[in-house]
């Protein structure tokens, strides 16, 4: 069996719990093939005197059989990678938001310095049969580097976030480039079919591509394969931590803190595509609209802290702690607080108990390339006495979970609605859309996604994908 390298812009240690679903998953791919997993090391460092950035060293750390190696980045290469041209233009623009994305033409050098870096590196640590599965938005660039440098092993990317349909995807400067970077891997693969199928329109207008049948393409003189392969969460271990000494825990004291009323219930690293200030918005006119929900409706926003150092984030900030004021001001009795807001991350291990005590979830994304919380939200519910999940049509989620509430999130009117029609849904009717809802997540959960992608990328031919490599 072939080694797995997996790359991205940060890693994570796979035997620490609060690694997540997506770490525990790769890790344990990882493990069976000990495997190498390659990334930032999330520190700034100046090169020492008469070095430069190239002479980078790569840490490296034994975690079980999973080898961890990082790289650190100066304060410039950081700044123009991954604030400028990663957070700046690739992140905003691919959730289709021009209007916050910053083109300042220096960003693209480094953002390309950062990757050859990272190419020059790992293609050190490679052997000659590995596997390599790149991640995200970071790294569009690696294949057609580590090509360039001559390496020849299958690689494969997965985009974590949306890619928007091609006209808005031509208003990046070098927009081709990153395309044609795209079309250096042997497979691409996507969240949902709808971005799969932007990456087919503008490959096809814009770089004439010939269909090849079966997700394949013949473009820019070299065969690429691509697919949709929406991630999924480890459904099992999500129960676990549900019934879990800390999982219940927060569920009791959730429960017992808030018997009087009915919880609501979103968690969203704070990020103005998540849609956060659009749903306080519905939620006071829910207020406004239903004064029956007046002290019996409670809505727990987490919105965990992210990017702080990019400044679009600090208008949604302020947005929205505006709103939670002004919503507790005008509707809030002595006894009764209808949003509790936290600007705070917390423990990976208490947010199944506080999923199960809710009874609805409200995922409204603006634009979101899957949204895990959805499905968390779902892995922890009481199957007896399942909560109601709130979805915006604008997440990836929503092409798999048609048995939730599908909202559109900038109508505030109807998703008030939506969210008044879940507080009194009956329970004959939540626990069937739950029960089709755990059918889809157990199916297509984390371990699908991973051996999916990685059976397809084994199976593509190298030697179909061909020569000669592209040159960006
Ligand atoms: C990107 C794409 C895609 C959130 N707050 C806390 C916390 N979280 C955890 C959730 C969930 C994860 O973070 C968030 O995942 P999402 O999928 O919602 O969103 P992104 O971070 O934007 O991730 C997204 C994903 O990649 C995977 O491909 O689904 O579309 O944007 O697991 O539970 N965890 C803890 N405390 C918090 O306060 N411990």
């Known amino acids: 069996m072939s080694r797995l390298v997996v790359v991205s812009n940060r890693i994570a240690d796979p035997r620490k719990t609060a690694a997540g679903g997506l770490a525990v998953a790769l890790a344990e791919v990882l493990n069976n093939t000990g495997g190498l997993w390659f990334g930032w090391s999330g520190k700034i460092v100046e090169p020492a005197e008469g070095a430069t950035a190239a002479d980078a060293p790569v840490h490296v750390q034994q975690a079980g059989s999973v080898k961890l190696a990082t790289v650190d980045l100066t304060q410039a290469d950081y700044d123009a990678y991954y604030l400028g041209y990663s957070n700046g233009v690739l992140w905003p623009v691919f959730h289709y938001r021009l209007d916050l994305a910053d083109f300042d033409a220096g960003y693209i050098a480094g953002y390309r310095r950062v990757n050859q870096l990272f190419a020059r590196k790992l293609l050190a640590l490679l052997e000659p049969d590995d596997i390599i599965w790149v991640h995200d938005y970071h790294l569009i660039p690696m294949a057609a580097e580590l090509r360039a440098l001559g390496c020849t092993n299958r690689i494969g990317f997965f985009l974590h976030i949306p890619l928007p349909p091609p006209l808005i995807l031509a208003a990046i400067p070098g927009h081709d480039w990153l395309v044609k970077g795209l079309c250096s891997y042997d497979l691409v693969g996507f969240q949902s079919n709808a971005d799969h199928e932007h990456f087919c329109r503008y490959i096809q207008a814009e770089a004439h591509a010939q269909d090849l049948g079966d997700g394949r393409w013949r473009v820019f003189n070299r065969t690429v394969q691509a697919g949709a392969f929406p991630i999924g969460i480890d459904v099992e271990e999500f129960e676990g931590l549900t019934n879990a000494p800390e999982g219940r825990e927060m569920y009791e004291k959730t429960k017992a803190e808030y018997s009087r009323r009915k919880l609501l219930v979103g968690v969203d690293r704070l990020d103005y595509s998540k849609g956060l200030p659009q749903r306080m918005r519905a939620f006071r006119h829910l207020l406004q609209n239903h004064p029956e929900t007046h002290n019996s409706a409670t809505l727990i926003q987490i919105a965990s802290p992210s990017r702080e150092d990019v400044s679009a984030y600090s208008d949604i900030l302020h947005e929205l702690e505006s709103l939670c004021g002004s919503i507790n001001g005008n509707f809030g009795e002595l006894d009764w607080m209808p949003v509790r807001y936290m600007h705070r991350t917390m423990a990976r291990a208490r947010l199944p108990g506080l999923y199960r005590a809710s009874r609805v979830a409200l995922v409204t994304p603006l634009r979101d390339g899957m949204n895990l919380v959805a499905k968390e939200f779902i892995a922890a519910q009481d199957a007896a006495d399942p909560g109601v999940l709130v979805l915006s049509r604008f997440a990836g989620a929503a092409e798999q979970l048609k048995e939730a509430l599908l909202v559109n999130p900038y109508d505030t009117e109807n998703t008030a609605n939506a969210i008044h029609l879940a507080l009194q849904m009956?329970?004959?009717?939540?626990?069937?859309?739950?029960?089709?809802?755990?059918?889809?997540?157990?199916?297509?959960?984390?371990?699908?996604?991973?051996?999916?992608?990685?059976?397809?990328?084994?199976?593509?031919?190298?030697?179909e994908s061909g020569t000669p490599w592209l040159r960006l």
């Open 426 to 463: 009956p329970l004959d009717e939540r626990r069937v859309r739950h029960d089709a809802l755990m059918k889809t997540i157990r199916r297509y959960d984390v371990h699908w996604w991973c051996d999916s992608f990685l059976d397809k990328l084994g199976k593509a031919s190298a030697e």
